[in-house]
């Protein structure tokens, strides 16, 4: 695969990689450009250091995604990373001449 033109930065709990088959998975990420750290505790004692990733992958996160459902984690972070850009609202049209009375005898 080629490499991604929006990449992601990703922080996967160990647990949800347990075949070899997962780690491929997080190797061809990688090799699509994007970040993937695995989670230690003394990341955790840092929350500030969170705010980095776009995508945590965890048992108990929030919004819990495990690897089979990864594309969908994708797909809603760089609905939230890389915005859509907004309509240019159009310019008000001009309102028609009136005829006056005289014209319209």
Same mark, same amino acid.
């Given at each position: 695969?080629?490499?991604?033109?929006?990449?992601?930065? /990703?922080?996967?709990?160990?647990? !949800?990689? +347990?075949? =070899?088959?997962?780690?491929?998975?997080? @190797?061809?990420?990688?090799?699509?450009?994007?970040?993937?750290?695995?989670?230690?505790?003394?990341? /955790?004692?840092?929350?500030?250091? !969170?705010? +980095?990733? =776009?995508?945590?992958?965890?048992?108990? @996160?929030?919004?819990?995604?495990?690897?089979?459902?990864?594309?969908?984690?994708?797909?809603?972070?760089?609905?939230?990373?890389?915005? !859509?850009?907004?309509?240019?609202?159009?310019?008000?049209?001009?309102?028609?001449?009136?005829?006056?009375?005289?014209?319209?005898?």
């Amino acid at each position: 695969m080629g490499k991604s033109p929006k990449p992601l930065s /990703f922080l996967i709990h160990p647990s !949800l990689v +347990q075949t =070899d088959e997962d780690r491929q998975q997080l @190797a061809d990420l990688e090799g699509q450009g994007h970040t993937v750290n695995q989670m230690d505790t003394e990341l /955790f004692r840092n929350v500030i250091g !969170l705010s +980095q990733y =776009d995508i945590i992958l965890s048992p108990n @996160a929030w919004r819990a995604f495990d690897l089979r459902h990864l594309d969908l984690a994708m797909k809603s972070a760089r609905a939230v990373k890389f915005p !859509l850009n907004p309509k240019v609202p159009k310019k008000p049209r001009k309102p028609r001449k009136k005829k006056s009375d005289a014209e319209n005898n």
